[in-house]
């Protein structure tokens, strides 16, 4: 009976010290090479496909690590030297520094890293997400005009907010592997 309450123990002790590691693993789990090939979909389907990596790596700073992304052959030209900056940890904020004044808030929620924004009147939204041993990359993107308006009514004795919604015209996706 002693053994089996050291043994179950052990066990959980083993356990619970794995889930804790779960919860701090990003972005130190994250990172490597990653590579893959990314899709790039529309309404009339796959519209193309590019050779593309990700690179999250340590840097100097405990609070930065690269997050350079590289689309193509030209590994040059498509070079993005962005860095993935932790600014609280335990809130699950962070943001990616483009190194050129702009700074996009990011935020790391259950197993999944978010960002989403604006640009030139289209709204993104960014996933990144390790499955296994895969790094799912996903942008979906349209035109922030939204596209209707419903609600904005009194039903039943309820005041029924307008709600807009927006288009949605390309979503691209990579499935990533470590180099």
């Given at each position: ?21 779960d ?31 990700l ?6 700073s ?118």
């Amino acid at each position: 009976m002693n053994r089996l309450l050291i043994f179950l123990g052990i066990i959980f002790f083993c356990f619970t010290n794995l889930l804790a590691q779960d919860t701090l693993a990003f972005p130190q789990a994250w990172k490597g090479i990653w590579k893959g090939d990314l899709e790039i979909h529309t309404a009339k389907g796959l519209a193309q496909t590019v050779p593309m990596e990700l690179h999250i790596l340590p840097t100097d700073s405990t609070h930065r690590f690269t997050w350079t992304i590289i689309y193509g052959e030209d590994k040059v030209a498509g070079k993005r030297p962005y860095e993935l900056v932790v600014l609280d940890a335990e809130k699950g904020r962070y943001a990616i520094d483009e190194k050129n004044s702009i700074q996009l808030e990011a935020y790391f929620i259950k197993d999944k890293f978010f960002s989403r924004f604006e640009v030139m009147g289209t709204l993104l939204l960014t996933s990144e997400q390790m499955i296994g041993d895969e790094l799912i990359f996903e942008i979906v993107a349209g035109k922030m005009e939204p596209i209707s308006v419903t609600g904005n009514e009194v039903v039943s004795g309820d005041t029924i907010p307008p709600v807009k919604a927006f288009p949605i015209n390309v979503m691209q996706r990579a499935i990533l592997k470590r180099a």
